[in-house]
């Protein structure tokens, strides 16, 4: 039974772990959605999906209600993601050298990787991937901002509110996000459909 955020957050003051319980019920899958959107791995996006949830119980008591319930929650989760992604980038950076691709830098070929999204039907997978390999060479915040808005369908307020940023601020990286998108994309085909 899935309870609104109002009742799972009475449950909670009530009995901390049954509450608990009821938010991860109601959340779970959203929030593993958001992590794999933006991890691009399963196994990753299980991991911070995982470490999500701890920090929401360590930090249940921190909840002051100034914003919605699951505004609170995906902003944990896309900050839970960021540092995921930031360490592992830290980890490949050790191993070897790499260049470091800047919004002025001479595009860099499009790297397609190999991610299955679960929510593209098979004749659209190979178009999933493509977009998927553009969007993780977005600056960071374009391709949060992009991934919240366009894959999962937020409103650009509630992108602001889950980036703690204004809505003008969303409305900028995604018109920058986009432009970009459209350059790798761009050359992508050109460079394949010859």
């Known amino acids: 039974m899935h309870l609104d955020d109002q ?3 009475e449950a909670i003051s009530r009995n901390t772990d049954r ?3 009821h938010l991860v019920d109601a959340y779970a899958d959203r929030v593993f959605s958001t992590c794999l959107n933006l991890t691009r791995n399963q196994e990753d996006a299980e991991d911070v999906t995982q470490e999500v949830f701890t920090t929401i119980y360590l930090s ?4 002051e209600g100034n914003s919605k319930l699951s505004t ?5 989760a896309t900050n839970k ?3 995921f992604l930031r360490k592992k980038t830290r980890k490949k950076r050790s191993g070897y050298n790499t260049e470091i691709e800047r919004e002025d830098s001479h595009i860099l070929p499009l790297q397609v990787i190999d991610f299955q999204h679960p929510g593209a039907v098979l004749e659209d997978k190979e178009r999933a991937t ?3 390999s553009a969007i993780d060479q977005l600056a960071e915040n374009q391709s949060i901002a992009y991934t919240l808005n366009k894959i999962e369908g937020r409103s650009y307020q509630e992108v602001a509110e889950i980036m703690e940023i ?8 995604l018109f920058r996000a986009k432009k970009r998108l459209q350059q790798l994309l761009e050359n992508y085909y050109r460079e394949n459909l010859k």
């Open 60 to 63: 249940l008591d921190s909840f």
């Open 72 to 76: 609170w929650i995906y902003s944990i």
């Open 166 to 173: 204004s809505v003008s601020s969303v409305e900028s990286l």
């Open 130 to 132: 493509i977009l998927f």
């Open 81 to 83: 993601c960021k540092e």
């Open 7 to 9: 009742s799972i957050l």
């Open 19 to 21: 509450g608990y319980h």
